[in-house]
């Protein structure tokens, strides 16, 4: 079970919750945006294939959240997450894309096949007065990095 997230580039690490499915059928996230959430329906960090997925928040009413740092990482950077038991997989991330909230393509996002990858998730975009939430994701997609790389 994860347990910490560290991005080093941007002095990130945040403890992790083992987090479901909110009765609207989205992910939840941790009400403390000093803390993000591990889909625990989904495969786990270091998985053999599909999506490990993590989602905080940007920011709540009090100020930044820990996933504010997320928008200053940039393609190579290292991604580390580590269990209860100590073990530590590394990651690098791959892809950053901007996804308008409605367009997530969420069968993509928390596939259970396919090669294994880390997604971290957050909000970004403006922000609608009207919904009470920004307009989109940012969506960071990053590989397992082989030992010795």
Request: hydrophobic letters at 35%; proline letters at 7%; one cysteine or more.
């Amino acid at each position: 079970m994860p347990v910490r997230l560290e991005v080093g580039s941007v002095d990130l690490a945040v403890p992790l919750d083992q987090v479901g499915v909110q009765d609207d059928g989205q992910m939840q996230i941790p009400e403390d945006a000093d803390r993000a959430g591990w889909y625990r329906y989904g495969p786990a960090p270091g998985a053999d294939a599909g999506s490990t997925v993590i989602s905080g928040h940007v920011d709540d009413r009090d100020g930044p959240g820990a996933f504010l740092a997320l928008t200053d990482v940039a393609e190579g950077d290292e991604v580390t997450v580590e269990a209860a038991d100590g073990t530590r997989t590394a990651y690098r991330i791959v892809s950053l894309r901007t996804v308008a909230k409605p367009e997530l393509a969420v069968q993509e996002v928390f596939r259970r096949d396919g090669p294994h990858v880390l997604q971290l998730i957050t909000c970004t975009g403006p922000w609608s007065p009207d919904t009470r939430r920004y307009t989109d994701n940012l969506v960071i997609t990053a590989e397992p990095v082989a030992d010795g790389s």
